[in-house]
């Protein structure tokens, strides 16, 4: 069950158990990433949900707080339908190359399918910081680029639980 409120006519949070949720790590990872997810393809907050319990039965990650789910607009690609976004804080023991990798495999495994820049997707997955790395390689730029100018990232990390 969720909890929904309207911000604006074009935004709307949801609230449910398990987002926003915090808790302690009972494992100290050597790294922390903040990661953003979206979806606009399928029911996107069950597959939140689901996320939210693979990363809790995974070893290499530990799952320390998530924002309220924000439903908003596409941009870039504007045909289609609004998206869902939240926010998810994780420690890890893999560094942040590996980390994508590990992201693009969960994105795989929840359905995406890549075929054009900003098209409809299942499920995204992007690094928008990790520990305190910058870095701009050809696979992974560290922070994510223009986070700071998308609701979509914005609003559910100032809504994170401290």
Do not use: C
């Amino acid at each position: 069950m969720y909890i929904k409120r309207k911000v604006t006519d074009t935004l709307q949070t949801y609230i449910s158990l398990r987002f926003p949720m915090s808790q302690k790590s009972r494992i100290n990872y050597r790294h922390q990433a903040t990661v953003g997810i979206g979806g606009n393809v399928g029911d996107v907050k069950r597959r939140f949900e689901h996320l939210y319990f693979a990363f809790k039965r995974d070893n290499r990650v530990a799952l320390l707080k998530t924002s309220l789910i924000l439903k908003n607009p596409p941009f870039g690609y504007t045909e289609q339908e609004n998206f869902f976004n939240s926010i998810m804080v994780i420690e890890t023991s893999l560094n942040a190359k590996q980390f994508l990798a590990y992201l693009m495999r969960m994105e795989k495994r929840f359905g995406r399918k890549r075929s054009f820049a900003n098209a409809p997707r299942s499920l995204d997955l992007d690094i928008v910081f990790f520990d305190d790395i910058t870095m701009n390689s050809k696979q992974l730029i560290l922070p994510h680029p223009h986070w700071y100018k998308r609701q979509s990232v914005v609003i559910p990390l100032a809504r994170l639980p401290r």
